[in-house]
């Protein structure tokens, strides 16, 4: 009996290392997966144009499939504006907006109007962070001021400090938009994906629906209408300009950069991925559909989530496309010393040289 016990647990020690030698040979780790499966990926719609014929033929291809994938758009509404609180200074009016984007939903907003300026104004619609929208126009608490002040955040004020209208909108998600629910990107991500919306299509909408008010205003050049944002402002900034044809400017910070490197490896917000969108393209083919028109890449170069190398990438594969279309002086970068932030160094010469002083 007892030899029988033992060589019972002999025998279950030997198998159980049988089982861990076979276990080295397993792999049960998904990511690993997905990674051995994206090194095999070949997106179906990247660019690689030879000439401007093909580039517009492929531009015809992509751009629907991208709208596809950001998903269903709504039933469009009547254009409508409710003008609430005044702010001014010696430089600008602020007034505070609303614009009716879908049947139950207005779009709040801060439209900033220079002083001293004559005539038709070119506009900037500007989106904000993850930090929400008060850092991004000088208020909030001292912490959110002092964020603002420290990583260049106020770039809608800065803007119309030097003779630009603006406009700060507040994405979706943020703000009083969250409607007191934690979470609020992860949320509005999970009910619209169900519903067959993605949060980047619904900020993109509402962007469009900025851009219907400021045709109607006429302090307004609506031929020269821009758009800026850093982090998920520069997401929006990226697929807006994409899609939005009567965006004639971007500028795009901490954010332009590969997906393979950036959204798809390191941890970022759910609300930053577009269901299948690898598939088809990269960062720089979405940046693509903006060329000819001019586009601004700002990065610091100790962007911890979007690393600079993987930026510089992307930002040659997009020169090919400005120069194959003649146009390479109108895409610039500003590669700075910096973590995720806005810079300014370029800004300014950048619509000036395209929108004019």
Not at 321 to 344: I, Q, R, T
Request: charged fraction near 25%.
């Amino acid at each position: 009996m007892r030899f029988t016990r033992f060589l019972f647990i002999v025998l279950t020690i030997l198998w159980a290392g049988s089982v861990h030698a076979q276990s080295d040979d397993i792999n049960s780790k998904v990511f690993l997966q997905l990674q051995s499966e994206l090194e095999d990926l070949n997106p179906k719609l990247s660019w690689s144009a030879s000439n401007p014929e093909e580039h517009e033929a492929w531009r015809k291809e992509f751009k629907p499939k991208l709208k596809e994938l950001l998903g269903r758009d709504p039933e469009p509404v009547p254009l409508e504006v409710k003008w609430e609180e005044e702010f001014e200074t010696d430089k600008f009016i602020r007034h505070k907006i609303y614009v009716r984007s879908e049947e139950n939903y207005w779009i709040p907003a801060y439209y900033y109007v220079p002083k001293n300026v004559e005539g038709k104004r070119p506009a900037v619609i500007c989106f904000h962070g993850h930090s929400g929208i008060y850092p991004y126009i000088r208020e909030g608490t001292e912490a959110e001021k002092k964020k603002g002040e420290e990583h260049a955040l106020d770039y809608a004020v800065h803007f119309a400090e030097h003779g630009y209208i603006t406009v700060a909108v507040v994405q979706r998600g943020w703000n009083e938009t969250r409607h007191e629910t934690p979470h609020s990107c992860e949320r509005l991500s999970r009910a619209g994906f169900l519903i067959g919306r993605t949060p980047i299509g619904m900020r993109c909408w509402d962007g469009s629906r900025i851009v219907d008010f400021l045709e109607t205003r006429e302090e307004v050049d609506s031929s020269h209408i821009g758009a800026a944002g850093l982090s998920g402002g520069g997401t929006t900034t990226l697929f807006f300009a994409a899609i939005e044809d009567r965006i004639q400017l971007g500028m795009c910070a901490g954010y332009f950069c590969t997906f393979r490197d950036s959204i798809y490896s390191i941890h970022h917000c759910i609300c930053n991925c577009v269901p299948h969108l690898m598939e088809y393209g990269e960062m720089s083919d979405v940046g693509a559909l903006i060329a000819p028109r001019p586009f601004l890449v700002i990065s610091g170069d100790q962007d911890k989530i979007f690393p600079i190398d993987a930026t510089k990438k992307a930002y040659q594969d997009l020169s090919k496309v400005y120069a194959l279309l003649d146009s390479s002086d109108h895409l610039d970068s500003d590669f700075f010393e910096g973590v995720h932030e806005w810079s300014n160094r370029k800004t300014l010469p950048f619509l000036a040289a395209h929108f004019g002083e």
